[in-house]
């Protein structure tokens, strides 16, 4: 059996695009071992990737036109709709530390699918309570203990721990994934890359 690391922050729309192509990766291959790790991308931009805010200040307007481009067609391919959040870049470090309380409850897919689609296709600004309260209530999670969880040190700890340990890893973005440990790939359009290398190994 093959494990796959996915290192993932919902504020990204090119994670969303992973995080789907992923679901349907796991369609054809159902003993892949998918370890979601929950990051905050904001601490490994400015860690190691600085360029991304110069790129924000200083934006090239031809790529930005094809960027929207390409991430439409992406959508559609994937069947989700990205919109452009009133609210960008959002603040995402509590639904962050909920994915951690969603794995140990067994509804880490849910919550984080509730969670991009809220913020991607709703618009809805994901740093307000109300917004995801919302969200724990439509998968089935214990609001009280949930909104405990994440303002505790543990899960502060968690969401920086696993944002450290891909910075040490070579990572530099969401979605970031490990295949069986080493064979690192970075970014949605890798999942076929993935997917190449999975159906080699069965030869």
């Known amino acids: 059996m093959s494990t796959l690391e996915f290192f993932f922050d919902c504020s990204s729309p090119w994670t969303y695009l992973g995080f789907e192509g992923l679901q349907d990766l796991l369609t054809r291959h159902t003993d892949l ?3 979601y790790k929950p990051i905050l991308v904001g601490g490994v931009f400015n860690a190691v990737n600085p360029s991304v805010y110069a790129s924000r200040e200083n934006p090239v307007p031809a790529k930005q036109i094809y960027s929207r ?7 559609e391919l994937v069947g989700i709709e990205i919109g452009q959040p009133p609210v960008f870049p959002v603040n995402s470090v509590k639904a962050m530390r909920g994915a951690f309380v969603a794995l140990e409850e067994d509804c880490l897919v849910p919550y984080a699918r509730a969670v991009f689609k809220r ?3 709703d618009l ?3 740093s307000q309570e109300e917004i995801l309260s919302d969200i724990v209530t439509s998968v089935g999670m214990d609001k009280t203990a949930y909104f405990e969880k994440i303002n505790d040190q543990t899960y502060k700890d968690k969401l920086k721990d696993t944002t ?3 910075i040490d890893r070579g990572g530099f973005g969401s979605p970031t994934l490990y295949l069986d440990r080493t064979d690192m790939y970075f970014g949605n359009d890798r999942l076929q890359l993935i997917e190449a290398k999975l159906n080699g190994s069965r030869g």
Do not use: G
């Not at 481009?69 to 959508?75: G, I, L, R, S, T």
């Open 164 to 166: 450290q340990e891909l």
């Open 69 to 75: 481009k390409d991430m439409k067609d992406w959508a």
């Open 33 to 35: 071992d998918v370890i």
């Open 124 to 126: 809805a600004d994901i």
């Open 119 to 121: 913020y991607w296709t």
